[in-house]
């Protein structure tokens, strides 16, 4: 996704970008507006007239959905999350919002804020509506925002996860039962199938001979059963690695290097005897992480007199884990820094190096063996 996504600036210190999927719906609506819309809402529109209708309509609808996207975002940081980035694509937007919520209240608040803020847009460009006039211009594209505006507000408040509705439905089982994973289970499994309702919706129009309409509509029941089934998926590895610590899944190495180490050293007593692609530097402390990659940036005439700590990562601060921390722990850590591995500590000694690949490892076999859920 973020290969297809343009960054077009930030607002309130929130990165926004635009998946490309987006420039394509552009165009399908100020089209359909442009061809279909504002011709029979407006009699007598000249061609141009209406095309410039359909730019500007896109483009309110577009600041709609980020004005909705803005509302998650900023409920999320007053309630202490950290909100990233929004990106804009097919159906409307998604806010990346660092780490999941901790209490129910907070899921709530952030997820209902989104939809309750289309509604008053909605309820706005109503009233705009009404006072410029029905047949004006002005009054015509006020509508239309009104119109899709409430669908907007109303589809997302469906109460099947992903949508916000159905993050508003776990938030309240969670809080029913104190169970987040049951909470999640209840809200994916209604999201597939609210997901089927629209899949079904979509062929009974066309079998009604409303081809597009249908399409659409399929799509939508189409896209939503992924995302649900993504989310199950969030849930069943949530519930394969829970319980498991980092001492049940790293291999015991305490090999280190020490920060004035030359490079040339590096290579020829610890990563090639120990068949090693990453290499913890210590001093004292963990001060960082070496790995190949850092290595072949190195000439080979020049290893010999170039240090480990001029060319190791982690300078910035390096993100050690704990022996006893869970395994959930670590993959969020892991996926937070977009990292490949994490040194293991155990009081304040390199006990290994705990990998991508470890933990996927576990979870395989843990799923092989039929353990954990
Ligand atoms: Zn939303």
Redesign the pocket.
């Known amino acids: 996704m973020v290969g297809q996504t343009v960054r077009i600036g930030r607002i309130f210190g929130i990165e926004v970008g635009i998946h490309a999927s987006w420039l394509l719906i552009f165009g399908l609506v100020t089209w359909s507006l442009a061809v279909g819309y504002f011709p029979s809402a407006l009699p007598g529109l000249d061609r141009t007239a209406a095309f410039v209708l359909g730019v500007v309509a896109a483009t309110l609808l577009f600041v709609s959905v980020l004005v909705?996207?803005l509302a998650?975002s900023l409920v999320a940081r007053a309630r202490g999350l950290d909100a990233r980035s929004i990106t804009l694509f097919l159906f409307?937007?998604v806010?990346n919002l660092g780490g999941e919520s901790k209490q129910p209240a907070t899921e709530f608040l952030v997820?209902v804020v989104?939809?309750l803020t289309s509604l008053v847009i909605a309820a706005l460009a109503f009233g705009a509506s009404v006072a410029f006039g029905p047949d004006s211009q002005p009054g015509v594209v006020a509508a239309y925002l009104a119109t899709i505006n409430l669908l907007l507000g109303l589809f997302?408040l469906l109460p099947g996860f992903p949508l916000?509705g159905g993050r508003v439905l776990r938030a309240l089982v969670w809080n029913a039962t104190g169970s987040l994973r049951r909470a999640t289970e209840v809200a994916v499994r209604v999201g597939q199938l609210v997901s089927y309702g629209f899949l079904a919706w979509g062929f009974w129009r066309v079998l009604d001979g409303e081809l597009l309409n249908g399409i659409w509509i399929a799509a939508i029941g189409w896209f939503l059963h992924g995302a649900a089934s993504a989310s199950l998926q969030q849930v069943v590895i949530d519930q394969r690695l829970r319980g498991v610590r980092v001492r049940d899944v790293v291999r015991p190495d305490p090999t280190f290097v020490l920060p004035g180490e030359s490079v040339a050293r590096l290579v020829d007593e610890i990563m090639l005897p120990g068949y090693r692609r990453a290499v913890p530097v210590v001093d004292g402390r963990v001060v960082g992480i070496v790995t190949l990659s850092d290595v072949r940036a190195v000439p080979p005439e020049r290893r010999a007199s170039t240090t480990v700590a001029e060319i190791m990562g982690g300078r910035s601060g390096v993100r050690t884990i704990g022996l006893e921390a869970s395994l959930l722990e670590a993959l969020e850590d892991l996926g937070a820094g977009d990292f490949e591995q994490l040194p293991v500590v155990d009081g304040g000694r390199v006990v290994g190096l705990l990998t991508r690949g470890d933990i996927v490892r576990a979870i395989q076999i843990r799923e092989e063996l039929g353990l954990g859920g």
């Open positions: 909705h996207e998650h409307g937007g806010s997820a989104g939809p997302n916000d």
